[in-house]
């Protein structure tokens, strides 16, 4: 019995491989509704030769006085390596930014390696953190080179909170993404707003990252530029179309980290994506009751792309999704192990998610609780190092009815990135 | 509608974790580990530390590391930026290796559910049993539960019964 059908294209190469687990071959004859998972993993196809497209790239960076010292100096050295990397064909341009921005270096092609660097090199630390300035500054310098055959990106940098821009910066981020312009958005130590940070780069199609200690900062400078120069695929989204008496409760990224997918269920947003790390997508659906036993079609999921310098640019493939209701007894409980282990990982994010949710509405003492269980089960799967976090806040909680700000971050990006896992190459 | 045993909160029919604290619902019986009488699998016996210092020399060591496992050879990649944990997925006792080598016949073989770990200790790649039934092997040698023990490139390294051949990258 197929329970997946599965269709592509077939005038054209594949440019991307679709991988399609269902939790239940099987559901119960009965009066309940049930729960139904759908793991999705899109791979970038081996064969596709890969072609660097042109970067049209903005630096913005934070210049308020607390980048001042090891910060800055790591900041400049991880910029200059970037500008090392740029070839004739990208545009590069470096806005900087405290109570205000200042464009450093227009945006432009066939830049001046040296004079770049002696610019870069020249940044002073002082004033605030007005993130909103810097991020029109910075669009303003991408937006005249967009184009659809290159990389639109920006790459903003900051160790501060800004205060009363919020919105603005979300407005204008989303902005971006509908315009083909990423964000990768980069929070250094402490004092920085995770929400804000994360939400404008997923909107955009981008990703987030915390750095915990300056020296961290040269390494994830790179591993972004090497992640936006290996784009296979633009505008990744998944579509859904729903038979009756199928629900999507809720849907999840898990890799390249997990993050909580939001738009309707008509088209999930995914982003980019690049030739290292594969998209893995987790769907939990809520399945109507059905009181005798039949084959049905639950659902059509359709993944879409955009391959740039392809004739036809828009690639896709349709997976129809359907099981079969049958008497209780004969239904097996086989679920396969990726999908075990992609929730059991994914509990434990939500843990997560739902003891900062208490903290906001002031449920101090099921906040702690959940930060204890959260803590035994990290400790159990062998994440010491995140459990030990868990639990030293779970105590600062307990007793003082805050979470340290470091504490906070740690926890987030260290919950969401358990679901990195080791890379099958092949299967004997 | 199934109730949590942990935290009592009701779930829907085939929920695989609870919502409100995490643990597992489903009561699959559980798989635990047999001794076995090892065989010997005949390893090359040789290695000096060589590739030790070779690690050191080069700084921060390897990126990942490539692990070609069992009688199928299928071969896995793992960075190297956290541990790696080797065993069997077992969602009740909470193990989720990073590696599940259930597939492999594992627990034919006699691999524990948390058996092994491999981590980068100051650039060098090392092994660690982690207090398995059947043991963790370097290239034949038996390892101490809990004491790490450096692996080279093109190692053998032996869970129980279960071979693997290790790669850096």
């Known amino acids: 019995m197929g329970f997946l059908t599965q269709t592509a294209e077939s005038d054209k190469p594949s440019a991307f491989n679709l991988n399609v687990q269902i939790s239940h071959q099987h559901l119960a004859v009965g009066k309940d509704e049930q729960a139904f998972y759908i793991l999705v993993s899109v791979t970038p196809t081996d064969s596709l030769p890969l072609l660097r497209l042109p970067l049209n790239l903005c630096l913005v960076l934070d210049q308020s006085t607390s980048m001042q010292g090891m910060r800055m100096q790591q900041v400049k050295e991880g910029a200059r390596q970037i500008v090392e990397q740029i070839t004739t064909e990208d545009s590069l341009g470096v806005v900087v930014f405290s109570d205000k921005a200042n464009v450093l270096l227009p945006c432009r092609k066939k830049i001046d390696k040296s004079r770049t660097k002696t610019a870069i090199n020249s940044i002073q630390s002082g004033g605030g953190t007005e993130l909103f300035q810097g991020l029109v500054a910075g669009l303003k310098e991408i937006e005249p080179n967009r184009s659809q055959q290159s990389v639109n990106h920006l790459i903003l940098l900051t160790d501060g909170q800004t205060y009363g821009d919020e919105i603005s910066c979300l407005d204008k981020s989303k902005w971006a993404g509908q315009n083909q312009i990423s964000l990768t958005t980069l929070g250094i130590g402490a004092d920085w707003n995770e929400n804000l940070l994360d939400q404008m780069a997923a909107i955009s199609g981008g990703t987030s990252a915390y750095i915990d200690t300056p020296t961290k900062i040269v390494e994830v400078l790179k591993a972004t530029m090497k992640s936006i120069s290996s784009v296979v695929a633009r505008e990744l989204t998944i579509s859904l179309d729903l038979k009756s008496g199928v629900y999507l409760k809720e849907s999840f990224q898990m890799t390249p980290y997990i993050y909580r997918l939001g738009g309707s269920s008509s088209r999930i947003l995914l982003g980019p994506l690049t030739a290292e790390v594969s998209k893995t997508v987790l769907m939990e659906f809520r399945i109507r009751p059905e009181t005798s036993p039949m084959k049905k079609d639950l659902l059509e999921l359709k993944v879409e792309g955009d391959i740039p310098n392809r004739a036809n640019h828009r690639h896709w493939e349709t997976v129809t999704v359907s099981a079969e209701f049958a008497p209780k007894a004969s239904v097996g409980s086989a679920i396969p192990s990726v999908i075990v282990t992609a929730l059991g990982k994914l509990a434990i994010f939500q843990m997560q998610e739902k003891a900062m949710a208490d903290l906001e509405n002031g449920k101090i003492a099921e906040a702690t609780q959940r930060l204890e269980n959260m803590a035994t089960r990290l400790l159990n799967i062998g994440e010491t190092e995140l459990a030990r976090a868990a639990l030293l806040e779970a105590g600062r909680l307990a007793r003082s009815g805050h979470l340290s700000a470091e504490g906070r971050k740690k926890i987030r990006y260290g919950t969401r990135s358990l679901s990195i896992l080791p890379k099958e190459i092949n299967r004997g | ?169």
């Open chain 2, 1 to 169: 509608m199934v109730k949590c045993p942990f935290c009592g909160t009701p779930q829907v029919a085939n929920t695989i974790f609870c919502s409100e604290c995490g643990v597992y619902l489903l009561d699959d019986e559980r798989k635990r580990t047999d001794i076995l009488n090892l065989h010997d699998l005949d390893l090359d016996k040789d290695d000096g530390g060589k590739a030790q210092a070779e690690a050191l020399r080069k700084g921060s060591g390897p990126l990942a590391v490539r692990l070609k496992i069992g009688e199928s050879h299928r071969v896995v990649e793992a960075t190297l930026t956290k541990a790696v944990h080797l065993g069997r997925l077992d969602p009740i006792s909470d193990v989720f290796p990073e590696i599940d080598l259930t597939d492999d016949s594992a627990l034919e073989k006699g691999v524990s559910r948390r058996h092994a770990r491999i981590l980068k200790k100051d650039g060098v790649v090392v092994v660690e049993d982690l207090g398995s039934i059947n043991g963790t092997f370097v290239n034949g040698k038996r390892l101490a539960p809990y004491l790490p023990e450096v692996l080279n490139n093109n190692d053998q390294l032996q869970l129980g019964n279960l071979l693997v051949e290790v790669q850096m990258r």
